[in-house]
């Protein structure tokens, strides 16, 4: 059985992508959710931008299409 390397975007901390990604799947809803629930980008903050980035892209893949539910 292969291991399958995950992708650290917390250094300092250790924190994968995917910890990153359960936590917003469990109900966070913005970096400093990520922040607090596992200490991402609270270290030397080289981690910042790809945890925004992380963040962004799991909010926007769950928004709603607005267009397709309008009520008239």
């Given at each position: 059985?292969?291991?399958?390397k995950?992708?650290?975007?917390?250094?300092?901390?250790g924190?994968?992508?995917?910890?990153?990604?359960?936590?917003?799947k469990?109900?966070?809803?913005?970096?400093?959710?990520?922040?607090k629930?596992?200490?991402?980008?609270?270290g030397?903050?080289?981690?910042k931008?790809?945890?925004?980035?992380?963040v962004?892209?799991?909010?926007?893949?769950?928004?709603?299409?607005?267009?397709?539910n309008?009520?008239?």
């Open positions: 059985m292969a291991i399958k995950q992708r650290v975007v917390c250094v300092c901390n924190i994968t992508e995917n910890e990153v990604l359960r936590i917003l469990r109900g966070a809803r913005n970096l400093e959710d990520v922040k629930l596992t200490s991402a980008a609270t030397c903050g080289r981690c931008s790809e945890s925004e980035a992380i962004k892209q799991f909010i926007e893949s769950k928004a709603p299409d607005l267009q397709t309008i009520d008239f």
